[in-house]
């Protein structure tokens, strides 16, 4: 049964229809539930005319339309798609109370040169009358080209206009964007794992629940994330088969995670009490990938509270957050305040207090404590001395690394090697 829009939702859509359209000049419509065109701007071409008329009854064109919305649907994004006639759609899905309503469908277009043969093979495989050959090659070559990467841009901007017009609704598509980039990232690191020579003795990465300690102390959540992915891929491929021992091993990261928020600065009763939510979650789950994309999440929650940031204030957030992944990506350079207050568009003066109002840190102590939490990497492997690692994490000698580690660590970088190692 049709989910129909009401007068009031197609007023809405139609005006996004009309803007794509008069923007990009590429068709756009509006299908419902079950692949049926409610809406459109711009003309149809002759092309499809004849195709549509020739197939009647057996047109595939809904049936792609509603495919390809679906696989929007499914990842969360919009979704690029050859239509039965060999030309190029993208669609963008409209989810409304978690219920698939529709989609908003733009094309045809041709994305590469024409295939010499697509006329001949349409008639083959859809019994087309010979004699159409001709008219359908002629009106082929006015389907507008449209350069690929082009295409992606505009592909992304149907999806901002179904964002828009889902509003608070769209955040179900989020969750789904970012489940399938987490699963996507968690594959590749098992793919990596798999090509690895020694992938038979490999055992439990336990230096990279270190390295995603460090992470969460300084609260670089990209940092955190790309560590936490690989552990993650190393536990689905070892482990993959063993559900009991995946959620074991997921649930003891979580452990290792909130340590790592706690040291870092977040308040302990606040996150023992996330914690227990945290847990509470986690025995629902029944899905391992789901839990795997679950903790993901978790992490985001351990990294806020490193720094306690008023969420709330949004532009704010977004001004630290590029600070610090300026910071956590620049490290190992001479960085300066005038840099980073560059970077996120603030005078030196205005974003030192800034900074340190709202981490209740001074940029430099910030900078001087990544330094050191990943010179604490490269402690753990003898073949870098203690004077080239100064100079590897961004320091400018090693007495002044020393310093700087005694400082934050209360032992030398020395000491601190003799003890892991």
């Not at 070892?238 to 074991?248: A, E, R, Y």
Request: with cysteine; net charge negative; charged share 25%.
């Amino acid at each position: 049964m049709s989910n129909a829009f009401s007068e009031s939702e197609l007023a809405h859509i139609r005006k996004h229809i009309e803007i794509f359209h008069k923007v990009s000049n590429i068709n756009c419509s509006l299908i419902d539930d079950m692949g049926n065109t409610i809406l459109s701007e711009g003309e149809s071409y002759h092309f499809c005319n004849i195709f549509k008329k020739e197939t009647g009854d057996n047109c595939p064109c809904n049936s792609a339309h509603l495919y390809g919305s679906k696989e929007a649907e499914k990842l969360g994004e919009s979704y690029i798609f050859f239509c039965p006639g060999g030309l190029v759609h993208f669609s963008a899905a409209i989810v409304i109370g978690e219920v698939f309503r529709g989609a908003l469908i733009a094309g045809p277009i041709q994305m590469n040169i024409s295939d010499p043969f697509i006329i001949d093979n349409l008639i083959k495989v859809y019994d087309l009358p010979m004699s159409l050959r001709g008219i359908l090659q002629l009106n082929y070559k006015m389907i507008p080209l449209i350069p690929p990467d082009q295409v992606h841009y505009l592909s992304e901007l149907l999806y901002i206009l179904t964002k828009d017009i889902m509003g608070e609704q769209g955040k179900t598509l989020e969750k789904k964007k970012a489940f399938y980039l987490e699963q996507k990232i968690i594959n590749e690191n098992i793919q990596e794992i798999k090509e690895s020579t020694d992938v038979t003795f490999k055992t439990y990465p336990i230096e990279l629940e270190k390295q995603l300690s460090g992470k969460i102390r300084v609260g670089d959540l990209q940092g955190a994330k790309a560590i936490l992915n690989e552990i993650l891929g190393y536990i689905m491929f070892k482990h993959g088969g063993n559900k009991s021992l995946v959620i074991s091993l997921i649930i003891e990261l979580v452990v290792v995670m909130s340590r790592a928020a706690v040291d870092g600065g977040g308040n302990f009763e606040d996150i023992i009490k996330h914690n227990v939510k945290f847990y509470e979650t986690a025995s629902k789950v029944n899905d391992i990938e789901e839990l795997c994309v679950w903790i993901v999440d978790v992490l985001e929650r351990f990294t806020a509270f490193v720094f306690k940031l008023d969420q709330d204030n949004v532009d704010n957030v977004q001004i630290i957050n590029k600070a610090l992944q300026y910071i956590n990506s620049n490290y190992s350079t001479s960085i300066s305040l005038e840099e980073i207050a560059s970077h996120v568009g603030l005078s030196p003066t205005y974003f030192s207090r800034f900074f340190r109002k709202e981490t209740s840190m001074k940029f430099c102590d910030y900078l001087n404590m990544v330094r050191v939490e990943e010179s604490k990497k490269y402690l753990l492997d003898i073949h870098y001395s203690i004077s080239d690692i100064a100079i590897m994490v961004g320091f400018s000698d090693q007495s002044y690394f020393t310093k700087v580690f005694k400082n934050y660590e209360k032992l030398s970088p020395g000491k601190y090697r003799k003890m892991y190692l």
